[in-house]
Antibody
Framework: EVQLVESGGGLVQPGRSLKLSCAAS????????MAWVRQAPKKGLEWVAT????????YYRDSVKGRFTISRDNAKSTLYLQMDSLRSEDTATYYC??????????WGQGVMVTVSS | DIVLTQSPVLAVSLGQRATISCRAS??????????MHWYQQKPGQQPKLLIY???NLASGIPARFSGSGSGTDFTLTIDPVQADDIAAYYC?????????FGSGTKLEIK
């Protein structure tokens, strides 16, 4: 059974940093592209970033480029999202997901990030 | 960015058909491949993939769910609607980056 378990969320002040992790199991992690998708409170879904299966390429939405870094450790079956220079508009539940050719196959339960002073 | 427009709420009776629409600001089809996908999100849960490439049922999804459409207009159909289908439904395009989602349609029971 595919399992994706996010961790590392919490309350952080504007301008500070936070690093999210996503532990994967139940599938061959190194074969899959992975992504982070977020959802602001009571709002819709927003793609944040994707990393290719071997870590060779990464893609970001414009609003997080230069502030967020997606990475992975295939030996540990773990996905990461380093978030720097956080803003109030980054407040959301962050989901990690497997990123099939065009869609998000499996999702974790999500982790909440609140950016507030 | 490609904008996907969905009606906010749809109310249907149990056992009836629900038709949820998604309109894209530009075509999301390449040749015969329709790059539109659908997700279900129940309250307090993560999203779940229902339909990929417009009309393909994801693994483990009941045949009550179906999808159709091409170009800019797509539809998710649930027939018959069951109580367990109360959720928000989101469309998502992968025609171009950034990948975008619709704002979601909340399915309510009349």
């Amino acid at each position: 059974e595919v399992q994706l378990v996010e961790s590392g969320g919490g309350l952080v002040q504007p301008g500070r940093s936070l690093k999210l992790s996503c532990a994967a199991s139940g599938f061959t992690f190194s074969d899959y592209n992975m992504a982070w998708v977020r959802q602001a409170p009571k709002k819709g879904l927003e793609w944040v970033a994707t990393i290719i299966y071997d870590g060779s390429r990464t893609y970001y939405r414009d609003s997080v480029k230069g502030r967020f870094t997606i990475s992975r450790d295939n030996a540990k079956s773990t996905l990461y999202l380093q978030m720097d220079s956080l803003r109030s508009e980054d407040t959301a539940t962050y989901y990690c997901a497997t990123h099939g050719v065009h869609y998000f196959d499996y999702w974790g339960q999500g982790v909440m990030v609140t950016v507030s002073s | 960015d490609i904008v996907l427009t969905q009606s906010p709420v749809l109310a249907v009776s149990l056992g009836q058909r629900a038709t949820i629409s998604c309109r894209a600001s530009q075509s999301v089809s390449i040749s015969s491949i329709n790059l539109m996908h659908w997700y279900q999100q129940k309250p307090g849960q993560q999203p779940k993939l229902l339909i990929y490439r417009a009309s393909n049922l994801a693994s483990g999804i009941p045949a009550r769910f179906s999808g159709s459409g091409s170009g800019t207009d797509f539809t998710l159909t649930i027939d018959p609607v069951q109580a367990d289908d109360i959720a928000a439904y989101y469309c998502q395009q992968s025609r171009e980056s950034p990948l975008t989602f619709g704002s979601g349609t909340k399915l309510e029971i009349k």
